[in-house]
């Protein structure tokens, strides 16, 4: 069975500051897609970044970015020049090939930032 | 963008009572949708998958008939809480998959606050 462990219940960081997020995941698969989303306040569930397991370049947008070590099952997520906007709840979430394609969701990091 | 719209986004129902969920492609035809269920300050729980024009495929622990999914249409997924008693209060949100590939995008609805009184 997969599963999917965010080991930091709750994070803190000052805006316009950096911030690292953690996940571990654990499969047999060897062909797998992982992502992080982020659920601010308002419960929307919002892609932020996604990683095809088979890719080693680490996936980055903008101000987002992934640490993704494939033999350690790690896939941290790092926030540059974090904002106010960047409050909420942040799910790891890890999918494979198959005939579901289902998307597993970590248990989750609330990140605040501060002013 | 495509949009999924779920309806009612929020609902109190009497125990007892039978709840529908209805979740809809906006712009999109979704062959497989997802259903979630969320506690409080928790994660999503996946509990089923809805294929149109197949049965659901639920996850284990999720019972077929207190949840029953309805996939009738490319664009329209419903979850029918039946008999629904104070434990099942709880968000529930949905999630379509627009394409076929464990890569298409996943687009989720704002979710439904169900409270069981």
């Known amino acids: 069975a997969q599963t999917v462990t965010q080991s930091q219940p709750e994070m803190s960081v000052q805006e316009a500051e950096t911030v690292t997020l953690s996940c571990t995941y654990d499969?047999?698969?060897?062909?797998?897609?992982l992502f992080w989303y982020k659920q601010p306040p308002s419960r929307q569930m919002i892609l932020v970044i996604r990683q095809e397991a088979y890719k080693q370049q680490n996936a980055t947008e903008n101000r987002f970015s992934v640490n993704f070590q494939k033999a350690a099952k790690s896939f941290s997520l790092k926030i540059s020049d974090s904002q106010l906007g960047d409050t909420a709840m942040y799910f790891c979430?890890?999918?494979?090939?198959?005939?579901?394609?289902?998307?597993?969701f970590g248990t989750g990091t609330l990140l605040a930032v501060q002013p | 963008g495509a949009v999924v719209s779920q309806h009612p986004s929020r609902v109190i129902c009497k125990s007892g009572t039978s709840v529908k969920i209805e979740c809809r492609s906006l712009?999109?035809?979704?062959?497989?949708m997802f259903w979630y269920r969320q506690f409080p300050k928790q994660s999503l729980m996946l509990m089923a998958t809805?294929?149109?024009?197949?049965?659901?495929?639920?996850e284990q622990g999720v019972e077929k008939d207190k949840f029953l999914i309805n996939h009738a249409s490319l664009t329209l997924s419903t979850l029918t809480v039946t008999s629904a008693h104070p434990e099942d209060s709880s968000f529930y949100i949905c999630s379509a998959r627009d394409g076929t590939g464990v890569y298409s995008p996943l687009h989720f609805g704002n979710g439904t606050r169900l409270t069981v009184t």
């Open positions: 499969t047999s698969e060897s062909n797998y897609y």
């Open positions: 979430a890890f999918a494979y090939g198959g005939a579901t394609n289902k998307l597993i």
């Open positions: 809805s294929n149109e024009g197949s049965k659901a495929t639920y």
């Open positions: 712009d999109f035809q979704a062959t497989t």
